[in-house]
């Protein structure tokens, strides 16, 4: 191998020094969602029985999603749903092969962001 074809690579990954671009950061936060939302669907069912079940398990429903901690979790939550929403329709316009040119890819990437965020204050504000 002649020395203007070699590459110059590193030996070993540092992990901190990597620069993940933005549409593969949107890609691990949509899998990260999609946990997220599993691990916590029995938190959710038990929510759902506890507010439908009578009028008092209704009021302890309420004694339970006025806890911040479980405020916080909500919001977690909120974000999760709209994140793996707003991904999941960018993975389906990219299978279709609309907006796949790098720039597109980038932009989208960008709006599942802003858009998850932006309607995760404002239903979070509601919430809180």
Same mark, same amino acid.
């Given at each position: ?31 990260? *969602? ?16 506890? *507010? ?17 901690? %479980? ?53 979070? %504000?509601?919430?809180?």
């Amino acid at each position: 191998m002649t020395p203007s074809m070699e590459k110059t690579r590193p030996k070993f990954l540092e992990l901190q020094h990597i620069r993940l671009p933005l549409p593969g950061l949107v890609s691990i936060l949509h899998r990260i *969602s999609g946990v997220g939302m599993f691990l916590c669907l029995p938190l959710l069912l038990w929510l759902l029985d506890n *507010s439908l079940h009578s009028r008092s398990s209704f009021e302890n429903f309420q004694g339970v999603i006025a806890n911040p901690f %479980v405020k916080l979790i909500l919001f977690g939550l909120i974000w999760a749903f709209l994140h793996h929403l707003f991904a999941g329709l960018r993975y389906l316009a990219l299978d279709l092969h609309w907006g796949v040119e790098l720039d597109k890819a980038r932009a989208s990437s960008k709006l599942v962001l802003a858009a998850s965020l932006i309607l995760t204050i404002v239903l979070g %504000v509601q919430l809180w």
